[in-house]
């Protein structure tokens, strides 16, 4: 089983960046594929990007594409979410996600098994 822990939210105006970073504990952090996604309160989760056990793919939302990057430190435990250009609607609770993948260079979209507590991202206009 794994923990997680999101940090790095907070208020930006429209057009800065924030960088999101997703802490892991427990097992193996290389054995999952791991995403980040977002949640506006009375609305579904909606996925924003994903990221192989290997970093080398990725996927994205077409929302997000061009603007945020994920990455992932397998040495330090921990995924990234760099967030530029930001917009107002990129508002949201956004949360890390984990799943074991088999392959190196799976990259899941959901569903994911472990999820981490959240962290608020709000952008103003």
């Known amino acids: 089983q794994v923990q997680l822990v999101e940090s790095g939210g907070g208020l930006v105006q429209a057009g800065g960046s924030l960088r999101l970073s997703c802490a892991a504990s427990?097992?193996?952090?290389?054995?999952?594929?791991m995403g980040w996604f977002r949640q506006v309160p009375g609305k579904e989760r909606e996925f924003a990007a994903a990221?192989?056990?290997?970093?080398?793919?990725?996927a994205y939302a077409d929302s997000v594409k061009g603007r945020f990057t994920i990455s992932r430190d397998n040495a330090k435990n921990t995924v990234y979410l760099q967030m530029n250009s930001l917009k107002a609607e990129d508002t949201a609770v956004y949360y890390c996600?984990?799943?074991?993948?088999?392959?190196?260079?799976?990259?899941?979209?959901?569903?994911?098994?472990?999820w981490g507590q959240g962290t608020q991202v709000t952008v103003s206009s």
């Open positions: 990221i192989s056990r290997s970093g080398g793919n990725t």
């Open positions: 996600a984990a799943k074991i993948a088999q392959n190196l260079f799976t990259v899941v979209t959901g569903p994911y098994n472990y």
């Open positions: 427990g097992r193996t952090f290389s054995d999952y594929a």
